[in-house]
C-alpha cells in the first residue's frame, strides 16, 4: 500500500494515545461460504490492521507495547503443502520488514503473549471484532465471552484510532479518488444497460463488474432497483420496467482498499415523467445545498436538519406536505418520505470505522444520538474538520408500508397529505449520492470524472450512450 515510514509513523502517533498497555490489531480469517474450502474471495483485512501494518493476508496478529514501545507482527508462515495451492508467499519477516517491523513470531506465540500479559495484570487493548473467528479467539485468549466483547473493547483505543483515522492524509484521499473514478464507470455502466426488459440482476452484475475489473471488489453489496424505497434493496431476477426509476447505490473499493460510494437514479426509458421530474428536482437540490455550506466546523446534524426543512418546504409546494415545516421537522413529520440520515463518514470502511461504534464516530462526547425515527440514522452528527471525507446522500421515498402504518395511526395527519400521497405508493425512490472532502473554508467532489446528475444531464448521457 504506502511507504514503510507512513505505518511507522502512523504507530508512533498511536503510541502517543494510549497511555499503556498491549495493543492488538489482528487481520483476520478467510470466512467460508458454504464448506471450509470455499472461501469468499478476495480476502479483505480488516480496515485498523491495514491501517497500522498494511499486510494483505489473513491470519495475522500486529502487537503494539506501549510501556517498551516494541512491535511485533505473529502469524504462521505457509508450507510446501499450502504453496501447491497458493503459489509462492513471502516470509512473514520479510513481509513485516517492507511495514517497518522487525519482530515477528508464530502465531502461537502471540496467543502465549496475551495470556502471560494479561496475567501480569497488564491492560490489554483491542477494537470491537466483527468476525466470528476473531471473538472466539478473543474469548480463548481473554476469558470475555463473544456477546459481551463489544463492550469489553477498549474506549481508549477506539478513540485513539478515530481520532486518527477520521482525518485522510493526502495519499489516501488520492486513493479515495482513484476508487470514485471507478465509481463513475460503474454508475454510467448502470445508466447504459438499465433499459426496459433487461433485468436487475443483469445490470447489478454489470455494475459489480466494473469494480471487480479495475478495484479489489464492491465497497458494499451493489443496490441496484426498480424499488428505490426500499433501502437496501438489491437486484432481483426480474425484468425493469418501461417508466420505471431505477436506483443504483454502488462503490468501489480501490486495490489499496480505499472506498467509494455513490447513488444515481434514472428512468428507465431515458426521460423523465413530470411527476418524477418534480420529486428528483427537490433531491437534487437539498444535495446541491450540502455542496454551498459543508466545510470544516460546520454541524454535520444542522446541515442535516436544514436539507430536512429544505425536503418539507419542496414536498409542501406540490402538496404531499402542509403545516409549519420547522414543527413538521421538528417532530420527525419528514422522516416519512427520507427516514435516513444524510450522510456518513467514508475511507477504507465505506461506512467508516461505523464498526468501533458509531456513538463514538459520528458524535462527541458531550452529544446524544438520537432517538427519533429518522433522526435516529444519521450516523453523524459532530463538526466535521478538515481532511474527513463525507457523503452527501439526501433521498425521498414512498415506503407503503410505511405510509400504511403512519396512516393507520392518524399520525401527522396535520402535516402529512394522505389522500395524495397514496397516488405514489408505486412511485419508488430518489437519492443522489456522491463523495466529498471537506476542506478550510467548503468541500470538494472526490474524482475527476462526475457522474451525470442533474435531470437534463441524465438524459442526455442516456440518450448519446445507449
Known amino acids: 500500500m504506502f511507504s514503510k515510514e507512513t505505518y511507522t509513523n502512523r504507530r508512533n502517533v498511536l503510541k502517543g494515545l494510549v497511555n499503556d498497555g498491549l495493543l492488538i490489531f489482528l487481520s483476520g480469517d478467510e470466512c467460508p461460504n458454504n464448506y471450509p474450502a470455499n472461501v469468499y474471495y ?18 495475522l496478529a500486529g502487537v503494539i507495547d506501549i510501556e517498551s514501545g516494541e512491535v511485533a ?5 505457509v508450507d510446501v503443502a499450502d504453496i501447491v495451492w497458493t503459489g509462492p508467499v513471502e516470509s512473514l519477516a520479510s513481509q513485516a520488514e517492507t511495514v517497518g517491523v522487525s519482530k515477528t513470531g508464530t502465531f502461537q ?5 496475551v495470556k502471560a500479559e494479561q496475567a501480569k495484570g497488564r491492560k490489554i487493548h483491542f477494537l470491537p471484532p466483527h468476525r466470528h473467528q476473531e471473538k472466539l479467539l478473543i474469548q480463548d485468549m481473554l476469558g470475555i465471552h463473544h456477546t459481551k466483547q463489544t463492550e469489553a473493547a477498549s474506549v481508549e483505543l477506539i478513540k485513539a484510532v478515530i481520532k486518527m483515522r477520521s482525518i485522510k492524509e493526502d495519499q489516501e484521499i488520492a486513493e479515495i479518488e482513484k476508487a470514485c473514478e471507478i465509481g463513475y464507470k460503474m454508475h454510467t455502466a448502470a445508466m447504459i444497460a438499465g433499459k426496459p426488459g433487461v433485468t436487475e440482476k443483469y445490470v447489478g452484475a ?39 426509476l431505477v436506483l443504483c447505490d454502488a462503490g468501489c473499493e480501490n486495490e489499496n482498499f480505499y472506498c467509494s460510494d455513490h447513488t444515481r437514479t434514472f428512468p428507465s426509458n431515458g426521460k423523465f415523467t413530470q411527476k418524477q ?30 436539507v430536512c426543512k429544505r425536503m418539507t418546504d419542496g414536498l409542501k409546494e406540490i402538496g404531499l406536505m402542509k403545516g409549519d415545516t420547522e414543527e413538521a421537522v421538528a417532530c420527525g413529520a ?3 418520505f427520507m427516514p435516513h440520515g444524510l450522510g456518513h463518514m467514508m475511507g477504507m470502511d465505506v461506512h467508516d470505522m461505523e464498526g468501533l461504534g458509531q456513538r463514538y464516530v459520528g458524535f462527541k462526547d458531550t452529544e ?10 444519521l450516523r453523524c452528527g459532530r463538526e466535521v474538520e478538515e481532511g474527513f471525507v463525507m457523503t452527501d446522500e439526501p433521498g425521498i421515498y414512498f415506503i407503503p408500508a410505511l405510509i ?18 397514496d397516488t405514489y405508493r408505486d412511485f419508488g425512490g430518489i437519492r443522489i449520492e456522491d463523495d466529498i472532502l471537506i476542506t478550510k473554508d467548503g468541500c470538494r467532489f472526490l474524482g475527476e470524472s462526475r457522474i451525470p446528475y442533474h435531470p437534463n444531464d441524465v438524459e442526455e448521457f442516456i440518450a448519446a450512450n445507449r
Open 334 to 336: 419528514h422522516a416519512m
Open 368 to 377: 446524544t444520538p438520537s432517538d427519533q425515527f429518522g433522526l435516529c440514522y
Open 109 to 113: 506465540q502471540f496467543i502465549d503473549l
Open 206 to 244: 454489470v455494475v459489480t463488474g466494473e469494480a471487480m475489473k479495475y478495484g479489489w471488489q464492491v465497497s458494499f453489496p451493489t443496490i441496484l432497483t426498480m424499488h428505490g424505497e426500499i433501502m437496501h434493496g438489491g437486484p432481483q431476477f426480474k425484468p425493469i420496467e418501461d417508466g420505471r
Open 277 to 306: 421530474r418534480e420529486i428528483y428536482s427537490i433531491v437534487e437540490a437539498c444535495h446541491d445545498y450540502v455542496l454551498d455550506v459543508a466545510k470544516a466546523g460546520i454541524k454535520w446534524r444542522d446541515v442535516h436538519i436544514e
Open 73 to 77: 507482527l505473529y502469524g504462521d508462515d
Open 404 to 421: 400504511d402504518d403512519w396512516k393507520s395511526q392518524h399520525k401527522f395527519e396535520n402535516f402529512i397529505n394522505y389522500d395524495l400521497l
Open 42 to 59: 478476495p480476502f479483505r483485512p480488516d480496515s485498523s490492521f491495514l491501517y497500522y501494518f498494511g499486510l494483505i493476508r489473513d491470519g
